[in-house]
């Protein structure tokens, strides 16, 4: 009976303690929750306001809404265009990203070449490499090479700074996938480019998931290479043409407002479009050794 007690008790201090975590979890949540869309909501809401409404009550509601930031904003900043660079760039950057790391992952893991771990290596190291670090002769080659203030050199860079990660994840997925797989339809006459469209690809869809919503939101917010390597109105995409309503002397937070909301919705939808994908390609092991 003291035995029955004692794992009763025990129980009970468990299960309290178990309530107590389970109500912090709760609070520490909905207070990271708050703290991460009370500035979203401030945003939105000020955007519809003046610029004099937003000096004088800048926590207020708007008492007399307006969309003339979004018209101006809209026409000044040329955000049509942008959000069209926007687009071209981040799209076919993403795309290229994903068919290139499977095609690494694939060759790296399943080729048996003695120089994989090498280039694996390389990849790795790849992440170590920052924007920052090399934008200068990154600019100074695209200026003597002509890709300066084309789309082609934004969207290369792109690829070259997303495919480290990319293969990364794919090396660790399709390492994964069997090699009497592969092996029995090479026998059956298929070759590797069959394999890798008709097997990998196919085997391969929660990784591509994850890469491909990883990719896309990285490349939809990058600021530093555009603003670097492309000149004029008609290459500049949404986070550069956002940048131009901030100014030293003058900033016009209404108009600035309503732009960055406007750069901010296609990336909330994509994201709540694309979220279950993530966290399928995470549980279904696209980070798995």
């Given at each position: 009976m003291a035995d029955i007690s004692k794992n009763i008790r025990g129980y009970e201090m468990k299960s309290e303690n178990n309530a107590f975590w389970r109500l912090f979890a709760y609070i520490f949540l909905i207070?990271?929750?708050?703290?991460?869309?009370?500035?979203?909501?401030?945003?939105?809401?000020?955007?519809?306001?003046?610029?004099?409404?937003?000096?004088?009550?800048?926590?207020?509601?708007?008492k007399v809404p307006t969309v003339k930031n979004y018209l101006d904003a809209w026409s000044i900043g040329n955000m049509g265009m942008a959000g069209l660079n926007s687009l071209v760039?981040?799209?076919?950057?993403?795309?290229?990203?994903?068919?290139?790391a499977l095609a690494a992952g694939f060759s790296l893991t399943k080729f048996g070449y003695k120089s994989s771990k090498v280039f694996s290596a390389l990849f790795t190291l790849g992440l170590l490499i920052t924007v920052n670090s090399i934008i200068t002769p990154l600019f100074i080659m695209e200026t003597r090479i002509g890709l300066y203030n084309t789309r082609a050199?934004?969207?290369?860079?792109?690829?070259?700074?997303?495919?480290?990660?990319?293969?990364?994840?794919?090396?660790?997925?399709?390492?994964?996938?069997?090699?009497?797989?592969?092996?029995?339809?090479?026998i059956d006459g298929a070759t590797y480019l069959q394999v890798f469209i008709r097997i990998i690809i196919i085997i391969s869809?929660?990784?591509?998931?994850?890469?491909?919503?990883?990719?896309?939101?990285?490349?939809?917010?990058?600021?530093?290479?555009?603003?670097?390597?492309?000149?004029?109105?008609?290459?500049?995409?949404?986070?550069?043409?956002?940048n131009s309503f901030a100014g030293r002397l003058n900033v016009n937070y209404g108009m600035?407002?309503?732009?960055?909301?406007?750069?901010?919705?296609?990336?909330?939808?994509?994201?709540?479009?694309?979220?279950?994908l993530l966290i399928k390609g995470f549980g279904e092991g696209a980070l798995k050794e």
């Open positions: 207070l990271f929750t708050f703290i991460t869309l009370a500035p979203l909501v401030w945003m939105f809401y000020s955007s519809f306001k003046l610029q004099g409404e937003i000096m004088l009550y800048p926590m207020s509601l708007p760039y981040t799209f076919v950057s993403t795309l290229l990203t994903v068919f290139l050199g934004v969207i290369i860079p792109y690829i070259a700074f997303g495919l480290p990660m990319a293969v990364l994840i794919a090396c660790s997925y399709i390492n994964g996938i069997p090699d009497t797989l592969i092996e029995a339809a090479i869809s929660p990784v591509i998931a994850t890469i491909l919503v990883l990719t896309f939101l990285r490349n939809w917010n990058e600021f530093i290479l555009v603003f670097i390597l492309t000149s004029g109105e008609s290459m500049r995409s949404l986070p550069v043409s956002i600035q407002f309503a732009a960055l909301v406007i750069g901010t919705i296609p990336m909330i939808l994509f994201y709540i479009s694309a979220h279950n």
